[in-house]
């Protein structure tokens, strides 16, 4: 196996008129999103099409880069040729299209949201990518994220685990999911100042020793932890 070290190239800019929306989304969490990055993970009062188009803009928007540091995350997490990644609450395909980049037709890529208009768009970018591949897009429930037992290397959410309830029963059935030695990958912000000012009330953020021990709960043990993100905690898991 190779470990990935391909620069993923630029994805064009979102189109209003490419964005095909497969149901409605949240305008609260639209609103977060004019502060900082949040995937689509969420339910609450609900708006039409117009919101998904600029939750995908701000997504999009390519100064997030200089904050989410994409490239750094891929290599942290060591992926090589063969791999089954998900990305949980993958949204527009941020982190899909880089995953997607560093396996290609070698290994396999789950996009799983609740979200089917975002995963409509997520699989329309992955084609300008222009190379070969093997993804799958999966709209799941908002208990389970519905993949096949016993597959992943690697199960990855970013800006994700803060939306999921009832976190500790949704990782053990994640955890039927990872191969033997698969592992879990959470990245979310603090809860605190390291943040910065994000726009929003933090009170619905998960502190990292929360997700650890809701993690450890689950049946589960922080393998590895990752400091290079300014505002976000980036830990990695493996089953006990």
Known sequence: MMTCTKTPPPIPPPSRGRVRVGGLFSFFLVCLLLAAPTLAQHKEQHRGPS???????????????KEQKPNEVIKALNITDYMTIADIGAGSGYFT??????????????????????????????????????????????DDPLLPPKSMDLVFLCNAY???????DYFARV????????????????????SGNLGFSKDHLVPRDTVVKEMTDAGYTLSKEHTFLAKQYFLEFVAK
């Open 51 to 65: 919101d998904l188009k600029e939750y995908i803009e701000i997504l999009e928007r390519p100064e997030r880069d």
């Open 175 to 194: 955890k039927a999911t990872l191969k033997p030695k698969g592992r879990v990958a959470i990245i979310d912000f603090y809860h605190d100042e390291r």
């Open 162 to 168: 803060h939306h999921l309830e009832k976190r500790t």
């Open 97 to 142: 299209r880089k995953f997607v980049w560093a396996v290609q037709d070698k290994g396999m890529v789950y996009a799983v949201d609740i979200e089917p208009g975002m995963l409509k768009y997520n699989e329309e970018m992955i084609e300008h990518l222009h190379t070969p591949y093997n993804a799958k897009f999966i709209v799941a429930k908002e």
